[in-house]
């Protein structure tokens, strides 16, 4: 009798680890939604900033020190700015002001515990609003950390194993295509 119920109890385990494990791995280079996937005039942003006539614009990968869109990689001055965008900034020291190197020293601690980050920026051709898709690995030790004063609405998290995803936008067409297949990934 006490075999029988360790055994359901391993097979009642296993099936749930089953459940909650992508049935492929996912890497980073799988987050890039394929454009079949995407409304028609939604895509990733090509370039930084256009020139629209006499007109720069700017932003257009969100601010982000990416040379790539998308962008993959293990810089750690890239992977704390994406860190501190998912998570929220890092709170400083207790102790007198820190000069500008130390600062940065303090701020790279973010990418601790990362192997592995990610960003894209997708945006419609008629519409100035961006998506933009967020996504660390961590170390199988290491804990995001989400404060729930940094929370907003136009945000979804997505958690694929150690690869925890955030899929930012207005709401729209394009923002609803990219959110989507991101969470197909963990399915």
Not at 54 to 65: D, S, Y
Not at 119 to 125: L, T
Not at 138 to 147: G, H, L
Request: with cysteine; hydrophobic share 40%; glycine share 8%.
């Amino acid at each position: 009798m006490f075999k029988i119920i360790v055994l359901a109890t391993s097979i009642a385990g296993v099936s749930c680890a089953v459940q909650s494990v992508p049935t492929r791995p996912v890497t980073m280079q799988n987050l890039t939604v394929p454009k079949t996937a995407l409304p028609t005039a939604c895509g990733l942003s090509p370039a930084a900033s256009v020139l629209d006539g006499n007109r720069v614009t700017g932003g257009l990968w969100a601010g982000l020190p990416i040379s790539t869109n998308p962008w993959t990689g293990t810089a750690r001055p890239v992977i704390a700015s994406i860190r501190e965008r998912m998570d929220g900034p890092i709170l400083g020291p207790d102790a007198p002001p820190l000069d500008r190197n130390a600062v940065s020293r303090y701020r790279l601690q973010l990418a601790d515990g990362v192997e592995e980050a990610y960003a894209a920026v997708y945006r419609m051709q008629s519409d100035p609003s961006l998506v933009v898709v967020l996504a660390l690995r961590f170390a199988a030790t290491e804990k995001p950390f989400y404060p729930l004063s940094n929370r907003r609405t136009s945000e979804h998290r997505v958690e694929i194993g150690q690869l925890h995803a955030v899929v930012s936008g207005n709401g729209g067409q394009c923002f609803q295509a990219v959110e989507a297949y991101i969470r197909s990934l963990g399915k």
